[in-house]
């Protein structure tokens, strides 16, 4: 029951975020002239007559208010309109780029989480040693690094010099699935790194720190009085009362990656929703850029309601009220 | 504490012997001592003080060399084919861009504009995060609920999008850039002063100011605001890599410090397309970049080891803690492990 109106509650909240969002960013954009938007869309050297065509075949000649309500009647349908330059419907734009974009964040976020988790728990149970000193200095690298920089470095050392020696399995650009689970990997593996390494810093800092806390406590001490394997009572009853935090930071982190994922889209030349929104923004597409940014906006929604489900099983005096 | 109580410490510090005596340290001076014992935060506070110095003097540097920030130098800087020209090469310390402008000059000028966008936003995030953290925290009830809802969307937000939505619509420059960082930026020290508020306001000091008359503002920064500087400083820090890396993305993606002024991240992404044939033109900038977050990270994280008294402790429980307690135990002749290293 209480489970329900949890969901239904944030739900709900979630949508009117989506609302202030989606609205936010359709004035931001209409602070721009329309003249300007059409000139980009028509190209240099397009007549007068041809950029009211536009206009009008767009509709921004229409009053901002009524345009702003055709824009949520049509979004309440779940329609995002077409694409200004290509006539391609939004939808079927974004259901073409979710793939490469959904590849490089699960497998992105699978591998950061094991970084970052594997490095932490490592760290913790070896605390102050020198594995603990190396770790804590090669995260911060990693944090330390913008994944542009990170991206470029990985092209000019790893897959400039693989591909010389002819040693072809790791590319640049994308292979969907269809193609086979290794030309995929092989075509994933350098964006996943790079996401990897950017985030992992602040997760092995995270659990390092929490796990150190939860060793301390007197719940530890019965399990290792009950006779327990150390790496059971580390795993088993340290981790999953250490990752609280974790888990909650995994919350906050989300809107953080999907700006890693344009980042790394654009170094990797990978055609996903972030490479197109950049290429909408640059050109005024609005439908596409509206798609885009609910689209982002859903997901770190969604997203932060399965975190704080995953709350309530990790730490049964949690509750979901 | 009753008035003879305060009588008798006042006589008893008056008392006391002059220099060489028991002397009373501040919080801050404990902790500026245990930092002072870090060699990774003095190594980082002389990297970031080094770098702070370069920025300061690049025009110096510049007419010492005679070579401007964006100045091109079509015939010495470009070799014939119209490439840059590596370091060493015609008096260009550290080669040259794609035009034939001299790197280390842009790099140095460089630092002055990423460091002071770091600095700069970082400050405003501080001001913005801490005000409304401890409004918050401090008043609850519905100012709570929205200001934290208000916060969670901020923090939720993949910010790139909306930074490259404005950049889109405003035409960038330094101001859009500074910001969109520090709209993005104070967020999360507003969640950490919100929590930290929240569990000090019903500390019994509080109490005590409250029945002496004081009002809400007067609590929250001079009674609560001294007890977060702490976590604030650590924070803000830890804000100014991660501000420096930010500036430097949305350069990269085209919507930072508009040309020609440089900076790290202008240049990191004019060299996208001559990586193959002038490495100088990476491996610099990203070098001074990569040294300088590295450097605010690590002295960050000294500053937290060094607030964090139980960093002692954690010390003392490691191999040369557990040596020494061994060493003194054993001229004790008493057990060399600790009550808690023989219960667990």
Redesign the interface.
């Known amino acids: 029951m209480g489970m329900v109106r949890f969901l239904v509650r944030r739900i709900l909240t979630g949508i009117v975020?989506l609302w202030?969002?989606s609205t936010g960013?359709f004035l931001?954009?209409f602070?721009?002239p329309v003249a300007v938007v059409a000139r980009e869309l028509a190209g240099r050297g397009a007549t007068p007559q041809v950029i009211t065509e536009i206009i009008r075949n767009l509709g921004l000649n229409q009053p901002l208010r009524v345009q702003y309500w055709q824009f949520l009647d049509r979004t309440a349908h779940l329609n995002l309109g077409t694409s200004y330059l290509t006539g391609v419907p939004v939808k079927t734009s974004l259901a073409q780029d979710l793939p490469i974009t959904a590849s490089v964040v699960v497998g992105g976020t699978v591998l950061w989480l094991i970084v970052g988790l594997g490095v932490g728990v490592l760290s913790a149970t070896r605390?102050?040693?020198l594995f603990d000193r190396v770790a804590?200095?090669g995260v911060?690298?990693g944090?330390?690094?913008?994944?542009?920089?990170l991206g470029?470095?990985l092209?000019?050392g790893v897959f400039?010099p693989l591909n010389e020696h002819g040693i072809s399995w790791i590319q640049t650009g994308y292979a969907g699935l269809s193609t086979g689970v290794v030309p995929w990997v092989g075509h994933m593996i350098l964006p996943w790194i790079t996401l990897a390494t950017i985030q992992a810093a602040v997760y092995t800092r995270l659990s390092r720190g929490s796990l150190?806390d939860t060793m301390g406590e007197d719940f530890?001490?019965t399990a290792?009085s009950k006779g327990l394997s150390e790496r059971r009572v580390i795993l088993r009853h340290g981790l999953r009362a250490a990752l609280t935090p974790v888990v909650s930071q995994l919350?906050?982190d989300?809107?953080?990656l999907?700006?890693g994922v344009?980042?790394v889209e654009?170094v990797f030349g990978l055609p996903g929703l972030g490479f197109e929104?950049?290429q909408a923004?640059?050109t005024?597409n609005l439908p596409v850029?509206i798609g885009?940014?609910l689209v982002?906006?859903a997901f770190?929604?969604v997203a932060?309601i399965v975190v704080d489900m995953a709350y309530a099983l990790l730490d049964p005096r949690v509750r979901i009220m | 504490m009753s008035v003879s109580e305060l009588e008798f410490q006042a006589h008893a510090a008056e008392s006391a012997p002059a220099g060489g005596g028991i002397e009373g340290r501040s919080q801050w001076q404990l902790t500026w001592r245990r930092l002072l014992h870090d060699k990774v935060a003095i190594a980082s506070m002389v990297v970031i003080a080094v770098m702070v110095l370069l920025a300061i003097t690049a025009p110096v540097f510049a007419s010492l060399y005679h070579h401007g920030p964006d100045q091109a130098f079509t015939n010495t800087g470009t070799t014939s084919t119209g490439a840059p020209v590596g370091p060493g090469t015609h008096g260009f310390l550290l080669g040259t861009d794609y035009i034939g402008r001299d790197l280390f000059i842009r790099i140095l000028y460089g630092a002055r504009i990423s460091l002071f966008v770091g600095i700069v936003t970082t400050a405003i995030a501080a001001v913005a995060g801490v005000g409304i953290g401890l409004i918050a925290g401090y008043f609850g009830g519905w100012v709570d609920t929205v200001l934290a809802r208000f916060i969670d969307t901020v923090l939720a937000f993949p910010y790139i999008v909306l930074a490259l939505a404005l950049a889109a619509v405003f035409s960038p420059s330094l101001t859009i850039v500074i910001g969109v960082i520090s709209f993005f930026s104070w967020a999360g020290i507003s969640r950490i002063v919100r929590g930290q508020t929240l569990s000090l306001k019903e500390k019994e000091y509080i109490e005590a100011a409250r029945s002496l008359g004081a009002g809400p503002w007067r609590i929250m920064f001079i009674d609560i605001l001294p007890n977060l500087m702490g976590p604030v400083l650590v924070l803000a820090t830890l804000y100014i890599p991660t501000a420096v890396i930010f500036e430097a993305t949305l350069s990269f993606l085209g919507i930072g410090v508009p040309e020609p002024t440089a900076s790290w991240g202008s240049i990191l992404s004019e060299a996208q397309n001559y990586y193959t044939v002038a490495w100088w033109y990476v491996v610099f900038p990203s070098a001074a970049l990569l040294i300088t977050t590295l450097a605010f990270n690590l002295l960050g994280d000294g500053i937290r080891d060094a607030l964090d008294p139980r960093t002692e402790r954690i010390f003392a429980a490691g191999k040369r803690g557990r040596r020494r307690r061994r060493r003194l135990a054993a001229r004790q002749g008493t057990s060399p492990l600790t009550p808690a290293e023989l219960g667990e």
């Open positions: 975020v202030i969002v960013t931001l954009f602070t721009r605390a102050r040693s804590t200095v911060l690298a944090l330390s690094m913008p994944a542009f920089v470029e470095l092209i000019i400039l150190l530890i001490r290792r919350g906050v989300i809107g953080a999907l700006g344009i980042v654009q929104s950049l923004i640059d005024g850029i885009f940014v982002a906006s770190v929604v932060n």
